[in-house]
């Protein structure tokens, strides 16, 4: 394929975005040349990424230990290492792993199964003659592992603690990282991290560079999973560990801390600081939940749903959990607004997919007709009369796509208000309950759906914020059936804001935050701005991939290909810069370890953290 045939590709699928994005990551494959003559940059060896950004850390240790000297807070670290079915080799270089921290204040629990042969328990009893921060313990032959874990709770004297299984190794730099944050978030109650996977071979593969704090992934897959550093007096207060949950029981504990903590004292330390044992080479980046451990995850969901007071229930569905809310008894109503110009054969099919596919039963349709003139498409309108649950509102103000739709939202009988583009179409019937349904939840604000290009590739599963000119969408272009990074793309989750070609959010709330920008931003990236203003109220954006419709992007309007459309998406977007720059370089529902050259997770050459 030709140069040419590659942009008219790149065009028929992204717009003119996509061409500059892949316009921008081949001048950043010349920059590397320059930088490193005779290589070849590939953005997706992890290997060379950690050559090149990881490894001059250890250069760095005699600054950082300078550091830790200055620091006020260094409490006591406890680990507890667990041991199962676990190779001599394995285990210590595991527990070297500890030994050769940087930050030295720590203790070390190495945790035998209670199955595990005497003559393997006494080959390790010498490193608690080496060095007394390490405690060789054997469990009890009549305990199960909560019964010794909540032993070893009340034997810490450490203010932290990490549990690591057997084989998997702690970064160097793991606990000097974790101090280093502590000391800048006092109040902090959980931290974690982001990790990666080591094999047989010594060789690291398949990061998950994870986002800020997630409620919502959280409950879909335990993200903070191998990673996490609790704070010891508050698991005591729970009461330590449940042993009704059998491999989710750390889960169960999660959940359970969620309830007693604010999520602000949530920290999320942008480093792989936990290598977990694989086997082979081959990149997987999910997180595996064992089929024994599924309905106890489930389980664990549905009390914590319980205590909480929340009508809701998690189901497995793979790579993860989904949880279901339930709609009120009364269906509050749903007023979708939908702004067009003629395009009979889109607002058309939208209308129609509504209408005859949607299960939800108490909404209404508002069609912002702005200025048609097509005598088939009036004609249709005229047709439309006779429905009801459509209304068709004349506006024959200039093209506002904020303006139009403030309007209408005054004009909107519903408590709750969707926008959607007049070239979408419903694929899955349960549509708008499953969007209604979680935006009805407490510190919920705009729920977005999961669009797919004709074609089943994808168009929106969330919003990246700083691809492009201001704003990218997440696994853009991935066939139907790919989990995508970590399972983001077939998991509900939380992102700092979805598209506004369909969306669903409270009528409250999109009166208090003022309505879509219609003065700074008259077409394009309002959806972004609104989000973000929502977020900054301190309501959590979702998105979700049950709820999904055909998207025939910019089919009425058009992309950005003018100088007129140009110089305005440039305007808009320079707007957005200045508001929200701060999102734009550190996305807390990315990470800054991922790209902003493409959407596809791929590494960040260089990464956007210290």
Not at 231 to 256: C, K, W
Not at 474 to 502: I, N, P, Q
Request: hydrophobic share 35%; glycine share 6%.
């Amino acid at each position: 394929m030709n140069i040419f045939d590659r942009i008219i590709k790149i065009y028929s699928r992204r717009g003119v975005s996509g061409v500059f994005d892949a316009v921008r990551f081949k001048l950043r494959c010349v920059y590397f040349y320059l930088l490193y003559p005779g290589e070849v940059l590939n953005r997706n060896d992890y290997g060379d990424w950690l050559r090149r950004y990881e490894k001059p850390l250890k250069q760095q240790y005699p600054h950082l230990l300078s550091k830790l000297d200055k620091m006020t807070q260094a409490p006591v670290i406890s680990v507890v290492l667990m041991v199962k079915d676990c190779s001599n080799q394995r285990l210590n270089e595991s527990i070297d792993s500890i030994i050769l921290q940087l930050y030295s204040r720590w203790e070390l629990f190495v945790l035998f199964d209670k199955n595990t042969h005497a003559s393997k328990f006494s080959t390790f009893e010498g490193y608690n003659k080496n060095d007394p921060r390490i405690k060789i313990i054997n469990s009890p032959t009549d305990s199960n592992i909560c019964t010794s874990l909540n032993a070893l709770l009340e034997q810490m004297t450490g203010e932290w603690f990490a549990i690591l299984n057997a084989k998997d190794l702690m970064s160097e730099i793991a606990l000097y990282s974790l101090i280093e944050t502590i000391n800048k978030n006092p109040e902090a109650k959980l931290f974690y991290s982001d990790m990666d996977k080591i094999n047989e071979s010594g060789n690291r593969l398949d990061p998950y560079f994870k986002p800020d704090w997630n409620q919502t992934l959280f409950y879909t897959q335990y993200m903070i999973s191998h990673s996490t550093f609790y704070h010891i007096p508050t698991v005591r207060n729970l009461g330590g560990f449940r042993d009704q949950f059998s491999e989710m029981y750390e889960f169960d504990l999660a959940l359970r801390y969620m309830e007693v903590i604010r999520q602000d004292d949530i920290y999320h330390i942008p480093q792989v600081l936990f290598h977990l044992r694989t086997h082979g080479n081959s990149v997987t980046r999910t997180i595996n939940i064992p089929e024994a451990a599924r309905e106890s995850g489930v389980r664990a969901l549905n009390e914590h749903f319980q205590r909480l007071g929340v009508n809701a229930h998690g189901v497995y569905a793979e790579p993860g959990f989904r949880i279901k809310y339930a709609l009120p008894k009364e269906l509050p109503l749903a007023s979708l607004i939908i702004p067009t110009k003629n395009g009979l054969k889109f607002i058309r099919e939208c209308v129609t997919s509504i209408l005859q596919k949607t299960s939800y039963g108490n909404y209404e349709i508002i069609i912002i007709d702005n200025g048609s003139d097509d005598p088939a498409t009036l004609k249709y309108f005229a047709t439309l009369d006779s429905e009801p649950h459509v209304r068709v509102i004349r506006d024959d103000s200039p093209f506002n796509y904020s303006a139009l739709n403030n309007s209408a939202v005054k004009l909107a009988k519903g408590d709750i208000v969707g926008l959607i583009n007049n070239d979408i179409a419903v694929i899955t019937p349960e549509w708008l309950s499953e969007l209604v349904s979680i935006a009805m939840q407490s510190g919920v604000g705009v729920v977005g759906a999961c669009l797919w290009y004709p074609d089943d590739t994808l168009q929106h599963g969330g919003v990246i914020l700083g691809i492009g000119s201001c704003a990218g969408h997440a696994h853009k272009g991935h066939e139907k059936g790919d989990a995508g990074y970590y399972g983001r793309m077939a998991l509900m989750s939380e992102f700092s804001a979805v598209t506004a070609a369909c969306f669903i959010v409270k009528k409250e709330l999109y009166e208090k935050v003022g309505g879509l920008n219609e003065i700074d931003l008259q077409v394009a990236c309002n959806d972004i701005d609104f989000c973000l203003r929502v977020r900054e109220l301190g309501y959590r954006n979702v998105w979700t991939p049950y709820a999904e419709l055909y998207h025939f992007e910019s089919a009425t309007r058009g992309y950005e290909d003018t100088p007129e459309k140009k110089a305005r998406l440039s305007r808009e977007a320079d707007y957005i810069k200045q508001k929200w720059g701060r999102y734009l370089v550190n996305d807390p529902a990315y990470n800054p370890n991922l790209t902003l050259d493409s959407e596809d997770f791929g590494f960040a050459w260089p990464p956007r953290v210290h």
